[in-house]
């Protein structure tokens, strides 16, 4: 993995994203911090598809493999990227 940073813009908010393995992102995720995904060909704040953020909702007790599982479905493909790269926020 990639020690990368990237600056931008997301959702009106200006933030600093470090990617991080996925075993990070499982315990950021259990921990209730906010974990932000996408698919490995696109930049975090790019034009086209931006990070996704996803935080622990007790409520609907959605596990982080489910999330992950249903993301990859969905929006992970050859053009797209066929991996998921997960970020933090400083």
């Known amino acids: 993995m990639k020690n990368l940073s990237f600056?931008?813009?997301l959702y009106g908010e200006r933030?600093?994203?470090n990617q991080v393995s996925k075993a990070t992102a499982r315990k950021l995720y259990e921990a209730g911090q906010a974990v932000y995904i996408q698919s490995s060909n696109f930049h975090p704040f790019g034009v086209w598809s931006q990070a996704h953020e996803i935080?622990?909702?007790d409520e609907l007790q959605t596990t982080f493999e489910a999330?992950?599982?249903n993301f990859k479905y969905?929006?992970?493909?050859?053009?797209?990227?066929?991996?998921?790269t997960f970020y933090k926020a400083n």
Request: with cysteine.
């Open 74 to 84: 969905y929006n992970c493909s050859n053009e797209q990227g066929k991996y998921i």
């Open 67 to 69: 999330i992950c599982n």
């Open 7 to 9: 600056n931008g813009t």
């Open 55 to 57: 935080v622990k909702d």
């Open 15 to 17: 933030l600093t994203l």
